[in-house]
């Protein structure tokens, strides 16, 4: 048995799931999988683990992830991303968000915090996904979950408004494991007491795993 780790370059539009389908015919006969999820609405690094390799699932789902997050302010969607429907907004205006308030924001910003687990994900509860409780309509009665997260690094790359004239902050943000960056933009909205939802998301690295390195 083969023992393969491939790290794929993921476009947006496609989910993690479908990269792995198009890479079985190559494996034949082997175990393959993917090792940390990405949304189709994200691009960037996906692990592929092959064969001997998909041993290694637990050990590489807990390495640091490193991601360059756009937030949008001024809106937000019932899944925090533009895959969702709006469920709050306000008018955009130029001066809605200050960037002398989202520097100091994103100085301030806890290294470490209780983060709200959220409904659209891939966490479960009674065996089922949130997001398929979500689907259903059910998720008042999934009970609120929380757990601690940890942000090694934060940076602002950008600030900019779009063609509606809302605001937008490009970050580069390196996290642990289990981190929700779709949180953290509802989170980093609410301390800006703003609506705030995930615009794009792009992972640069998993662990030594990095885009820059290939």
Same mark, same amino acid.
């Given at each position: ?11 947006? +539009?496609? *989910? *993690?799931? #479908?990269?792995?389908?198009? $890479?079985?015919p ?6 393959? @999988?993917?090792? +940390? ?5 994200? *691009? ?6 092959? @064969?001997k390799?998909?041993? &290694?699932? !637990?050990?590489? =789902? ?12 001024? /809106? ?7 895959? +969702? ?9 130029? !001066? ?11 100085? !301030?910003?806890? =290294? ?8 659209? *994900?891939?966490? #479960?509860?009674? %065996?089922?996904? $949130? ?13 609120? #979950? ?5 942000i ?5 790359? &950008? ?16 996290? @642990?494991?289990?981190? /929700?960056?779709?949180?953290?933009? =509802?989170?980093? %909205?609410? &301390?800006? !007491?703003?609506?705030?939802c995930?615009? +794009?998301?792009? &992972? ?11």
């Open positions: 048995m083969t023992e393969d780790i491939i790290i794929v370059d993921k476009p947006t +539009g496609i *989910s *993690s799931a #479908k990269v792995v389908g198009l $890479l079985k190559a494996f034949k006969g082997q175990k393959i @999988g993917h090792a +940390g999820s990405l949304d189709p609405l994200a *691009s960037g690094v996906l692990i592929i683990l092959v @064969g390799a998909t041993k &290694r699932f !637990n050990d590489i =789902q807990s390495l640091s992830k490193a991601y360059l997050a756009d937030i949008v302010f001024g /809106y937000t969607t019932d899944t925090l991303d533009l895959e +969702g429907q709006i469920s709050q907004s306000i008018k955009p205006e130029a !001066n809605l968000v200050k960037l002398s308030d989202l520097k100091q924001t994103l100085t !301030n910003f806890p =290294q470490t915090y209780q983060q709200t687990v959220p409904v659209y *994900s891939a966490s #479960k509860y009674k %065996g089922k996904p $949130l997001y398929k409780w979500a689907r259903q309509g059910l998720s008042e009665q999934v009970p609120i #979950k929380t757990k601690e997260v940890i090694y690094d934060l940076k602002l790359v &950008r600030f900019y408004l779009d063609d509606k004239d809302y605001p937008h902050v490009i970050v580069k943000i390196k996290v @642990g494991s289990g981190f /929700y960056v779709r949180q953290f933009a =509802q989170d980093l %909205g609410q &301390r800006l !007491n703003l609506p705030a995930l615009a +794009g998301l792009r &992972r640069t690295a998993i662990g030594p795993y990095d885009l820059e390195e290939l």
